[in-house]
């Protein structure tokens, strides 16, 4: 069976979806604080990293990468909290595409999976 | 097994390994980071040899333009050679020819190299005195005018570089470095509508850039907005009032934080006046050019409007900092 990334179109779709993900990041106040003063363009490309990942496209997603990106924001107070936005607007942004209900279950599950890696736990 | 190449020296590549593997595998130092062509820090330069087009797949054109490609995304098939540096960092002797006033703090300075450096309209340059003292300014110059630069400078109080070109730089040689940047025309859709935004001497390349899209026969709409703090900050507006007139589709927006309103000319902050006015973001592509915070703000402003990241190109002056 193809995957998701696939299904949805591939890295095409990822591309329109990074911008509209990462807007509603910029846009919602619970998380916006930790956007502020990063290089815009390299923010995007991790995102589209991410998203890349979570969708089952060509990755090689290593747990150490995101706990030592993540360990900054995480003494800045970053928590569960600001994880559930994240999956909320990933949510979001795939609904907006015309991703089922069902895919963006199993999308939001791998998003939750990296978790521990975000928080360092 | 397809012949490797980096800067000059063979890289023995593997069966289906990538240029990336191969790179690691010798020992060469260069960064990376997803390995799976979406992060871009593995990115190289091409210099010979096919590229996939996936390994240059979410690239901004202007990368695309230059060769640049993600190196863990590139399995051989035929000879590859590729370049780690990535802003090609050559030094060319240069002689500063002229140094006039644009505005009551802006030179326009002119240079001439001993060989011709080889940039795009909008890129910019390491301008290098002979004690080395360095500084980055945008070229405001087209490559067609030969080995004729064009640089316009801010005059910074205590700036030990502009005021040394505004006194004594004249017939004076220097070096220059680069260039970089990738702020830069490319004619990939000659109809879509063109955006220039900046301030002060975020002029430079802007003008460089519209020169650029004019004679290559653009044919979507191209504002240009020039925000200075008083009227008589805005320099060149005879030469781009000019440009409006000979060609209908390009219009010329000067603004200024204090004066009069008159003819083309609007009272108020440049990103303001810009966001008010332009319908919507989805189809244009933006050149910002300027100081930083206008820069970044309006890069982010632009984007949360609408406008995709890609299609927004900016170049923002950061001033030297004390050592």
Redesign the interface.
Known sequence: MSSIYEQIGGEAAVEAAVDIFYRKMLLDDRVAEYFESVDMDRQRAKQKAFLTMVLGGPSAYTGKDMRAAHAPLVKRGLNDVHVDVVIEHLGGTLKELGVSDEHIAAIAAVANSVRGDVLGR | MPRLECDGREVPLAEGESVLDALLRAGVEVAS????????SCLVRVTSGAVPA?AQ??LKETLRARGFALACQIVPETALAISLEGKSDLEVAARVEAVDRLAADVLCVRLRSETELAYRAGQFVTLLRSDGLARAYSLASRPADGQLLELHVRVVAGGRMSNWLATEATGASVRLRGPAGDCFYTSTDAEQPLVLAGAGTGLAPLWGILRDALAAGHRGAIQLWHGARDVEGLYLRAELAQLSREHPHFSYHPCALAGDEAGELRIGRLDELLLRAVPSYARQRFYLCGDAPLV?GL??KL??QGA??REIFADAFLGASAP
């Open positions: 980071s997803c390995r799976a062509g979406a992060c871009q996936r797949a979410g970044q890069k982010r984007f949360l995709p990241l």
